[in-house]
């Protein structure tokens, strides 16, 4: 079993930035690969980006590529989301999920999922 926790997020103005981190309580955490999700009101559950747990090869969903980037620590268990530019459509609970070393973009292929941060961004 994979504990996942995130934190940072918040509110934001339009154009701003913000990181989400998220920290896993396993001793393997480097064998799993890591994706963020988020999920806007009404709508739901949509690939951001994922990051594999070896060859750091990563993958992002065309509506953030350019404008976020996943990276991982491995010695600190911790995978982040360095979100730049900001839109209001960005807007949402972010969740963390966590799944054996190969990235997948469709949620019902992710183990492990952390509870979400909300993330706003203001017009």
């Known amino acids: 079993q994979v504990q996942l926790v995130e934190s940072g997020g918040g509110l934001v103005q339009a154009g701003g930035s913000l990181r989400l981190s998220c920290t896993a309580s396993?001793?393997?955490?480097?064998?799993?690969?890591m994706g963020w999700f988020r999920q806007a009101p009404g709508k739901g559950r949509r690939f951001v980006a994922a990051i594999s747990g070896t060859d750091i090869s990563t993958d992002y969903s065309p509506s953030v590529k350019g404008r976020f980037t996943i990276s991982r620590d491995n010695a600190e268990n911790t995978v982040y989301l360095q979100m730049n530019s900001l839109k209001p459509e960005d807007t949402a609970v972010y969740y963390c999920?966590?799944?054996?070393?190969?990235?997948?973009?469709?949620?019902?292929?992710?183990?492990?999922w952390g509870r979400g941060t909300q993330v706003t961004v203001s017009s």
């Open positions: 396993t001793r393997t955490f480097s064998t799993y690969a």
């Open positions: 999920a966590a799944r054996p070393e190969i990235i997948a973009t469709m949620h019902n292929e992710w183990r492990y």
